[in-house]
């Protein structure tokens, strides 16, 4: 399915419904991008925030094919090892290795937290707002959004994780990767669109289930309370009725409010 907007000048007015238009929304140019609608361009950054009567969403790109009603996962996180010598506090730069190759600013937006080394520095996260490309066992540098509060050794590990918003897929994995929403629409590798976070939605039903649902790793609910739920994916929401296999049915979203 090609998206139904392709340039940022087209013009399409938002026809999501009854908006609630709040101060911590982010508008996106041309009268905004519809919940129906996916975009081949960026109207807004990812991660804006959209309200929709009872329901929230939040703008993100697909890394893969979503349908309607599929459950999304974020791409897992990689470890870095900080690289030549001490990276100073006061500075907005990460001097690092990749152990694989990283495109210009595919971490833009993300996350960089300090995995192991000096006690005094570990657990210190700070956000990312660019980076050139990094070849596999590459130096490079990640530009800070803010100043590094405690100097980072060259023997300190890094942790890198994307926005969560910047690569969403259908869910395929368990432990290596989080729920991040359930497609409303039909989106494919590398659509902008709303993915729904919060409040009543349509998701694809991969067993019979009551009250707490999970995510399997087909992007489909189960019930949370079977053995292969637990073992997998983390819960997503509340059934608001008797939901049943290979069919859609109606959760109550609570993965990001």
């Known amino acids: 399915m090609a998206a139904d907007i392709t340039s940022r000048y087209d ?9 609630n238009w709040r101060g911590d929304q982010v ?18 950054e990812l991660g804006s925030r959209k309200v929709v009567g009872d329901r929230v969403f939040r703008y993100a790109k697909a890394a893969g094919t ?11 996180a990689i470890e870095l090892l900080t690289t030549p010598g001490t990276t100073p506090a006061g500075g907005k730069q990460v001097i690092m290795t990749a152990t694989a190759a990283i495109a210009a600013n595919s971490f833009a937006d993300g996350v960089v937290i300090v995995g192991s080394g000096a006690a005094t520095n570990m657990g ?3 956000k990312i707002k660019s ?18 509060k405690i100097a980072i050794a060259a023997t300190d590990k890094l942790t890198v994780q994307q926005n969560m918003y910047a690569a969403c897929v259908e869910c395929t994995t368990a432990a290596a990767a989080v729920v ?12 902008y669109f709303w993915l729904q976070t919060w409040g009543p939605a349509g998701v694809k039903c991969g067993a019979a289930a009551t009250g707490l649902v999970s995510a399997d790793v ?9 053995a292969a739920a637990q073992a997998a994916l983390t819960p ?13 049915g109606i959760v109550y979203l609570q993965i990001a409010p």
Do not use: F, K, R, W
């Open 11 to 19: 013009g399409n007015v938002d026809d999501s419904g009854q908006v």
């Open 27 to 44: 508008s996106a140019p041309q009268g905004g991008q519809s919940i129906y609608d996916s975009s081949s361009v960026q109207l807004t």
């Open 66 to 76: 979503c349908g309607a009603g599929d459950i999304a996962e974020s791409m897992p």
């Open 124 to 126: 210190h996260m700070y």
């Open 131 to 148: 980076h050139s490309a990094i070849s596999s066992a590459g130096t490079g540098a990640l530009t800070l959004y803010d100043p590094i």
């Open 180 to 191: 991040v929403g359930v497609a409303p629409i039909a989106v494919t590798t590398g659509d």
């Open 218 to 226: 087909t992007g489909q609910c189960i019930a949370y309370d079977s």
């Open 236 to 248: 997503i929401g509340v059934a608001m009725m008797d939901v049943t296999a290979s069919e859609y």
